[in-house]
């Protein structure tokens, strides 16, 4: 009975150590699985925590791309800069090369239609026949090369805006050393009724020395009716080269006037004394004299003032009615600086 009693409860505690067993067991293995489950996770999160690096550098890549592309953009920037620098020192240069020589600019300052039928003997000033033509003076602020001067180099426009070319453009009558700056023009311009209305320098022409006239344009032309006004006047000292013998003795200054067209006394007669004493020269220091002569009286735009003063010359007067043109037309009362 004892062995039988021993027996079974040898039997029982193997198979509650059974029990206990399969328990460890059962806990070990959920334990396993718990831990492998828990590393894959942390392995996920590793590899998500690696992906989120990995977007991170692709992030900082993109940007390092949209830097470089900023980069590039500057170096445009500059590029552009650089040009600008380019172009505004290609402008400097422009601009410094327009002024080589320090002359000014010529300006055609003057058109005068002084006549609408020509003598004959105007022939003689233009090699052809402009006999009964129209005669116009043009005027420039610089004396004009003959060498570069043709009837082409101008067209003359009518009041119909028709475009005609002068048959004759020449230096004469006034081809003096100081003179050259006043070129006659003849041709069918017009009428009293349909005067012409603009002149323009179309050809190559130029000044004496070497500035282009070409493009210069007047539209303000003195019509028929009028009489010739001053353009402008020049001081010379006595002794310039084409003054000798012109001026009387004690003679300090001299003063060229140059007028639209040619002028003379009334009809056509020489200057004199009412000429003379018309002309008032004003002074540096405020005052004025009266020239003790009038010199260089021919027929064209240009008559020397004469002065015995030393003070120099700053502008000239003349009263009205005293110098007319060709047709008798008188002048205005006018004025001009002295250059």
Not at 95 to 121: N, W
Not at 263 to 280: D, H, N
């Amino acid at each position: 009975m004892q062995n039988l009693d021993m027996n079974a409860r040898i039997a029982r505690r193997a198979s509650r150590l059974g029990a206990v067993l399969l328990v460890v067991s059962g806990a070990a293995s959920s334990l396993a699985c718990d831990s492998s489950s828990s590393e894959e996770s942390e392995d996920s999160e590793t590899s998500e925590g690696s992906g989120e690096s990995e977007d991170g550098d692709g992030s900082s890549s993109s940007s390092g791309t949209t830097g470089g592309e900023e980069d590039t953009t500057g170096e445009d920037s500059t590029s552009t800069e650089s040009s600008t620098d380019a172009t505004g020192d290609d402008t400097d240069t422009d601009t410094e090369a327009g002024t080589d020589g320090g002359a000014p600019a010529v300006e055609l300052l003057s058109a005068y239609y002084g006549l609408d039928a020509l003598p004959a003997t105007a022939t003689a000033l233009c090699g052809v026949p402009v006999g009964g033509e129209d005669g116009m003076p043009v005027v420039f602020s610089a004396q004009v090369d003959d060498a570069t001067l043709d009837p082409e180099d101008f067209i003359v426009e009518t009041q119909d805006g028709e475009e005609l070319v002068p048959l004759c453009a020449t230096l004469n009558p006034a081809n003096e050393a100081l003179e050259l700056h006043t070129v006659l023009l003849a041709g069918p311009f017009g009428t009293a009724q349909a005067q012409p209305v603009a002149v323009e320098v179309v050809g190559v022409l130029d000044s004496v020395d070497a500035r282009p006239l070409q493009g210069l344009r007047i539209e303000d032309i003195t019509p028929l009716e009028d009489g010739p006004s001053l353009v402008f006047a020049q001081r010379f000292e006595p002794d310039t080269p084409g003054l000798a013998g012109e001026c009387p003795e004690g003679t300090l200054q001299v003063v060229q006037l140059t007028w639209q067209g040619g002028v003379t006394g009334p009809g056509g007669a020489a200057l004199g004394e009412a000429q003379r004493l018309g002309v008032s020269v004003g002074l540096e220091g405020g005052g004025s004299a009266i020239p003790i002569a009038l010199a260089d009286d021919d027929p064209d735009n240009y008559v020397l003032a004469c002065l015995d003063v030393d003070e120099a010359a700053v502008f000239v007067s003349v009263a009205p009615g005293l110098f007319h043109d060709p047709g008798d037309d008188e002048n205005p009362e006018t004025m001009v600086g002295v250059e």
